[in-house]
């Protein structure tokens, strides 16, 4: 009897379902087609075992790349060990394939103690173990994130069976990758597609993980029919690879990592089905794969996304460039090479503990000592050998530095290409997949090294410093902004010294908890932010990037971080310290925010004095997440300083000194830690549970001005213990009793060999003069040429989930008039009033964005908004027209803000609703809210604020909510007091950008079914929360008094 939880394989006619006559899927790989596609197999013809219909493959030399004693036998007789409790489990009709749909909530597969992911075991459905506390939790949330990961490990070893059946021709491999191939073909459709997070899927809850799925049928089929397999073909073909493919077409997230999985799936899919012309046609649509190469990929080779994510899309790239060559389609030379960059790019900016920086939405501390980096290397070098990627590999074949190892899952519980992270430790080619196995070199790396030097990155944004042979890592963020995964963190500072983080950025915690918020906030990175308010998304720009060993600079500068604001920052590096100068410039006077430590210490501040710091109230402003906020005040209470003199604080590994050009005060507060990897954990600090850590900024209030800061560290050892280190830092050009010709320097920094350093600007760069006794000289460093200054490749492009109307098709449509109405009751209208004389707007297939059905799939909701002003009242009424759908309300109090289970969205997304918006200046939303009519009989919404107060100032106070069930949905009114202006007896009062979003949700669902938007619909629904583009608007013009009409005048918007 099979376990709860899993279905027992179909066993038909040996083992494997019989496919249908006519529908072999055998596919010969015949010399490719004049359009550079192997044709389709038809029953009887020869197979080619040189060669895989999706890899360009040979198969002979692979052979013999695994016989006893050559370099790819270790790996393939791994791989065939951890296969055997698997073949076990087929004898037992067991495998590990889930009833049920996976899905994705807070909690699911967390353990809810200490926060770190439970470990996977493919055999233990509902028994899910922390590491941590070695608890076993239970719980369908847990089952159901199991869901997932199972997937994707059973159908990786259909792969690996396939792989090592075709080099080594063992029946029970191909008997296992059959069995596993039939049994998903015969489920795919027992799978609903429904309550998705990203995408349309039907195993999974995002479109991506369906498309790694998929990706790993097809290759796994591929594989079987490459080795004279090819009776389940059709069965795979009808059941799987065509729905599956189909479903995933219909869904584009533009240039996203996603989207590249999407692409190589789809394309694999359909070589195996024959599908040659939509390729062809495919190929040559915005999106497709050569345009992700293109577009995705920074001509630094670099995905735009950051580090994390380009492992991530560059590994699916390597699919799709297998695949071109498979098919004989050749990749112009340039995006070759570009793509070939790429393999080196995340080395670049490695940090001292061997960890990847946590730039962007990247995991914080993540080791290359990951068997799946090591294979990364592998790709790159069997692609076109290279010294730095030689020279990596083997520094992560050698022996770990300490001599010891801790446990890991490695390969043998690999989900596919949905990397889980582990511990680091030694590592050989044995650790790695089947794709080292099939597309490794023969040979192995020959051992070399190469130290670590400075670098950049200019469309990336990723500038290093490096002193003391690698120990000492500086860092300047900037370039391009990142796209949906990149954080408000130009011009931010990273510092690590040895295994000491000093200036470290946090990286991204999980993506479904509410502290995903701090971490993409700029005040959680040491970076500057204006008026309280993170950074607009505005790229960076290089004006220097040169080291010459004993001193280095980089510059960059940011027009726009907030309006009206520049800011530049320089950092110059020299032996045992550096100088930091943030300068900005502002049409108004700004509040000006500077991180600058955490963990410190700060010197000479006699008393810490609370103090309210709200910020600007946004969401990702990171204010929120604050605790015991406290200013720094002196003997006499002022806690500014006013004279230049500075603040000088210290950590275990470093001390720092900093003055402003302004009267400046510092702050501190408790703020969320990075979340923890696993290799940076004390035994006594809670895994993946941020501690509390003391973060320290600086404030200023000025409209122009200079901050001048230095750090001063020891690599090895105490700080003290280096000629270079730092006894004194003075600041000439802050120092009101400093009187000489060197009064423009910015910073005098003295070390304990007598050494004085001088620093200032040029016209030309920057000077470091330098006094040591009686001999003097310099150090000109100088800025970049103009045409090599980059800000990043071009403006970032919209992911795919944006308005099918751009902002100027709105605009075009000219102003719509919100007439003036009479009501029969004083202020505001009753539901039951008919407004006579409203603009009426009628919102239906154009005006939606879709889930998984598209409009008439979904009852082809429609929507009625009327728009009106009474005498006192701006009013728009909602009425929701669902057809058979039954409509799921709010539930709890007016003031009671429900927890939201799934993820760290509002929960009242997911019910039917209205979101509104309102912009008078078209670069952010004044006002905003979202309406939820709650299931109770006396007709009660729940308004939440979608902006900060300290914002709103449009339409004032909240409004006046009710509504109304209808026979088929229901109808919702917001009334707001009109602002005095808008009162006026003026007959063109007032113009607005204005938007209205309507919730459409259904019972039986975790999740909004779709959404109705007034500005414009098209694309998807998908991960918008209650977040919308101010672009996306229709204006609305104000009048005092129009002639009453007999009925609502009507519009149909789009």
Known sequence: MARRGFHVASLHAGGVAVSRPGRSGALAASAPRGDGFARRAHVGDAVDTRVSVLLPLDVHERRAAVTPGQSLA????????????????????????????????????????????????????????????????????????????????????????????????????????????????????????????????RPFFSTYLESIWLLNVAHALALLEASGRTHIGG????????????????????????????????????????????????????????????????????????????????????????????????????????????????????????????????????????????????????????????????????????????????????????????????????????????????????????????????????????????????????????????????????????????????GTGSYVERRLHWYRSTLAHHAPLIDGQSQQRQPATLLAFEDRGGAGWIRKTVDGLAPGVTATRTVVVCDGHLVDVLEWDADRVVTLSLPIAAQAQVHDVHTWRPVDRAGAGGLEDGFDFLEQVSKAGDVDGDAWRRDGTPFALSTAAARA???????????????????????????????????????????????????????????DGPVAASPAHVTAVRFPRFDPAHIGPDRADVAHVHTADGTISAHRATDTGWQIGLTARHARSSIDLDVLPPAQGRAGQGPDLEEGFGSALTPGAIAARGALAVPRVSSPTVGIPRLTDPMLGARLLELGESAYRQTEQPWHDAHAPRAQILLATTQTHFVVRVRMHMGDTAALFGTGAEDEIPDNPLDNERADVNVSGVQWYVTADGGTWQDAGLVVPLSTPDGRCRVTPLVPASRAGVLGASPTTSWCRLEQGWQLQIAWELPRVFQAESHALAEVGFQVVINEAAVGRTRRLGQLALAGGGGFAYLRGDREQVGDTVTLRFESALEMSAGPERTTPG
């Open 74 to 201: 270790a790996l393939a007789d791994g791989l065939a060990a951890e296969l055997q409790p698997l073949e076990q489990a087929l004898a037992r009709e067991q495998l590990p394939v889930p009833a049920q749909k996976a899905r994705l909530t807070r909690r699911g597969g967390r353990c809810p103690v200490h926060g770190v992911l439970l470990d996977f075991d493919p055999w233990q459905p509902h028994h899910h173990h922390c590491s941590r506390c070695g608890q076993a939790y239970v719980g369908q949330e847990h089952d159901d994130w199991w869901a997932m990961n199972a997937q994707l490990w059973t159908v990786e070893r259909a792969v690996h069976a396939a792989a090592l059946h075709l080099l080594r021709g063992a029946p029970s491999h191909a008997h296992l990758a059959e069995s596993i191939l039939c049994r998903l073909a015969e489920q795919y459709t027992s799978w609903p597609n429904r309550d998705n997070v990203l995408g349309p899927s």
């Open 657 to 715: 000194w900093y003055a402003t050009s302004v009267p400046a005060r510092v702050l501190r507060a408790e703020a969320p830690a990075p979340p923890l990897a696993p290799s940076h954990r004390s035994p006594e600090q809670p895994a993946d549970t941020p501690r509390a850590l003391a973060r320290h900024w600086l404030e200023v209030e000025a409209a122009r001005g200079c901050i001048v800061g230095v750090w001063a560290w020891a690599a």
């Open 235 to 506: 069965t795979v073909r009808d059941r799987l690879l065509d729905p599956s493919s189909a479903l995933i077409a219909g869904f584009f997230e533009g240039r996203s990592n996603r989207q590249v999985w999407n692409e190589i799936a789809i394309l694999s899919a359909w070589t195996l089905l024959g599908r040659e012309s939509d390729i062809a046609s495919r190929l040559n649509k915005s999106g497709s794969l050569p345009w992700l190469l293109e577009h995705g990929l920074l001509d630094d080779g670099s995905w735009y996304e950051g580090e994390n994510y380009h492992l991530f899309a560059h590994r699916g790239l390597w699919y799709g460039v297998q695949w071109m060559r498979a098919t004989g389609r050749d990749l112009h030379a340039d995006l070759d090479a570009r793509f070939h960059r790429g393999f080196a790019a995340p080395f670049v900016g490695v940090l001292p503990d061997e960890t990847l920086p946590a730039r962007r939405d990247s995991q914080y501390a993540v080791s290359i000592r990951q068997w799946r980096v090591a294979e990364y290397l592998e790709l790159g070098l069997a692609h076109r050998p290279q010294r730095e990627l030689s020279a990596w590999l083997a520094r992560l074949y050698a022996p770990m530095l300490g001599g010891h190892d801790v446990p890991r899952a490695g390969r043998r519980l690999s989900t596919a290409d949905a990397e889980r992270h582990d511990p680091p430790g030694s590592l050989s080619r044995a650790d790695l997949s089947w794709r080292a196995l099939l597309m490794a070199s023969n040979t192995e790396v020959a051992a070399g090294a190469m130290p670590p030097t400075s670098a950049c990155l200019p469309s990336q944004g990723l500038a290093v410093i490096r002193r003391d042979a690698g120990r000492v890592y500086v860092a300047l963020e900037g370039g391009a902004t990142g796209g949906g995964h990149g954080h408000p963190d130009r011009l931010a500072l990273t510092l690590q010294s040895g295994g000491h983080r000093l200036l470290d950025d946090p």
